[in-house]
């Protein structure tokens, strides 16, 4: 097993940081599991997020926080793929990436199979009440992406998609 740096040249905490390096002009996060060395790229300050992600400094693994930032996370790689490769435009990418920090803040401390179409619907109430009817139902988008993905992964115990199943209030024109 290795020391413990002296230097720190690039103020990484020990425990939030853990397993993040910086080598051949990039950092790179080492993953416990099969997946090994990930290049997280040259900016420290995505690269540190990303490690927090990783070392689940704020004890948040198997919530919706979680789950919503592994999505962005698989959101990113599929960046500039092409659609057999099921690819995402890096509009598409931006768009989730801020619609997930709401969908946290409501979410966050669930379990991905704890959340019901009525906790959708509620969501969606308080962005109508909130005067923010529109970008509230592009958050639900979002997490009925985010939903189907889990879905798909199978290891977030989600088997149906809530946002499928959430009442919708019809606004007549």
Not at 44 to 71: P, S, V
Request: with cysteine; charged share 30%.
């Amino acid at each position: 097993m290795g020391r413990r740096r002296k230097d720190n040249p690039f103020g990484l905490d020990p425990k939030k940081h853990a397993r993040l390096t910086f080598k051949h002009g990039a950092f790179y996060f080492m993953h416990r599991d099969e997946r090994g060395w990930e290049r997280l790229g040259t900016d420290i300050r995505e690269a540190k997020i990303k490690a927090e992600h990783y070392n689940d400094a704020g004890n948040t693994y198997g919530t919706m926080a979680y789950w919503l930032d592994e999505f962005v996370l698989n959101c990113e790689k599929r960046v500039g793929l092409s659609r057999a490769q099921r690819g995402m435009a890096k509009r598409t990418y931006e768009d989730y990436k801020k619609d997930v920090e709401p969908l946290k803040i409501f979410f966050g401390h669930m379990l991905p199979y704890e959340v019901e179409p009525h906790h959708v619907g509620a969501y969606l109430d308080l962005g109508a009440e909130t005067g923010r009817p529109v970008r509230a139902n592009r958050e639900k988008s979002c997490l009925s992406t985010a939903f189907t993905w889990m879905i798909r992964q199978s290891s977030a115990g989600v088997k149906v998609n809530p946002c499928d199943l959430a009442p919708v209030s019809r606004t007549p024109l």
